[in-house]
């Protein structure tokens, strides 16, 4: 256990805030970060061009 404590310890001090915000965001990568922002803007694209015409029909309705 000693060992293994030892060999933890340097990189936990070192990488330990870098997993906590990793593990509090869910994100294991900065591509995997782009990837999900890539994602929620085409998502929020997607909902304004369907929503759009709805509300234009409700404005004027």
């Known amino acids: 256990m000693r060992e ?3 060999w933890l310890t340097p990189y ?3 990488r330990g805030l870098v ?3 990793i ?4 994100d294991y990568s ?3 970060v782009s990837r999900n922002i890539i994602i929620v803007i085409i ?3 997607v909902v304004v061009v ?6 234009t029909v409700k404005w004027l309705g």
Do not use: D
């Open 4 to 6: 293994n404590s030892a």
């Open 23 to 26: 593990h509090s965001t869910g």
């Open 30 to 32: 900065l591509i995997a």
């Open 43 to 45: 998502i929020i694209v």
């Open 50 to 55: 369907v929503a759009a015409p709805w509300y």
């Open 12 to 14: 936990k001090g070192r």
């Open 19 to 21: 997993n906590t915000a």
